[in-house]
């Protein structure tokens, strides 16, 4: 029996709609880094920055390498980049106002604007 994609969703967004997972997964963009790193580049507590660890690891967004007596987490690059670029774009296309989603006025504002024909200008 297949799991339906909605449920599929919502664990993914589920996981991501976190502040600290979010910051993690920005830091670990950088490079790989250690709890100890990672809690001190957010100045978080370090107990605060494993718990919000699980999550990522579960759903593999990050991974997990053991050197010597560290743990190394690093992000899965091969799909949270693409996560990343597919926010970045879906932000800078509908949310301009620092990220703030747009009003309905503003929605129907942008249909009307590209809904209008191209102008050239023929400089002679």
Do not use: W
């Not at 670990?28 to 880094?33: A, D, F, I």
């Not at 370090?46 to 987490?73: A, D, M, N, T, W």
């Not at 992000?75 to 980049?81: A, S, V, Y």
């Amino acid at each position: 029996m297949s799991v339906p994609l909605s449920k599929i969703c919502y664990n993914f967004f589920k996981t991501l709609a976190n502040p600290t997972r979010l910051e993690i997964l920005e830091i670990l963009r950088e490079g790989p880094k250690s709890v100890t790193e990672i809690a001190k580049a957010l100045n978080k507590e370090q107990s605060l920055i494993s718990h919000s660890l699980r999550p990522l690891l579960r759903c593999q967004f990050v991974f997990v390498e053991r050197r010597g007596k560290e743990r190394i987490y690093f992000l899965n690059k091969e799909t949270m980049e693409k996560v990343f670029k597919a926010f970045s774009y879906h932000v800078e296309k509908y949310c301009p106002n620092k990220g703030k989603c747009l009003t309905s006025i503003d929605v129907k504002r942008r249909k009307i604007e590209e809904a209008k024909p191209p102008v050239y200008i023929n400089h002679i």
